[in-house]
């Protein structure tokens, strides 16, 4: 079993920044990608950053620019700094990770943006 525990949600002001971890933990073989996703009350689970095993990163068209993923391979966990936030970030954000080929998601943490 693997348990992605996450943490750096909050509130925030617009303009603002936040970091959010996520650390999986349990049954780990091997760690593939990791990355995060959010979603707004009414709307659509959407992506918001990957990082694949090699580095390779991806990012959802609404945040490119102004939020950052990263990785610790050695502690199995996923960063996303996220800098000059909007009020239409506001979201839960859920980690997910690709662990021994099976996918799993986080809790999630609550993103709020507003003045």
């Known amino acids: 079993q693997v348990q992605l525990e996450e943490s750096g949600g909050g509130s925030v002001q617009p303009g603002g920044s936040l970091r959010l971890s996520c650390a999986a933990s349990?049954?780990?073989?091997?760690?593939?990608?990791m990355g995060w996703y959010r979603q707004a009350p009414g709307k659509r689970r959407e992506l918001v950053a990957t990082?694949?095993?090699?580095?390779?990163?991806n990012y959802g068209d609404s945040v490119r620019g102004r939020f950052t993923i990263s990785r610790d391979y050695a502690k199995n966990t996923v960063y996303l700094q996220m800098n000059s936030l909007k009020p239409e970030d506001t979201a839960v954000y859920y980690c997910y990770a690709s662990v021994d080929y099976q996918g799993y998601w986080g809790q999630g943490t609550q993103v709020t943006v507003s003045s």
């Open positions: 349990g049954s780990i073989f091997r760690v593939l990608a």
């Open positions: 990082i694949t095993r090699d580095g390779v990163t």
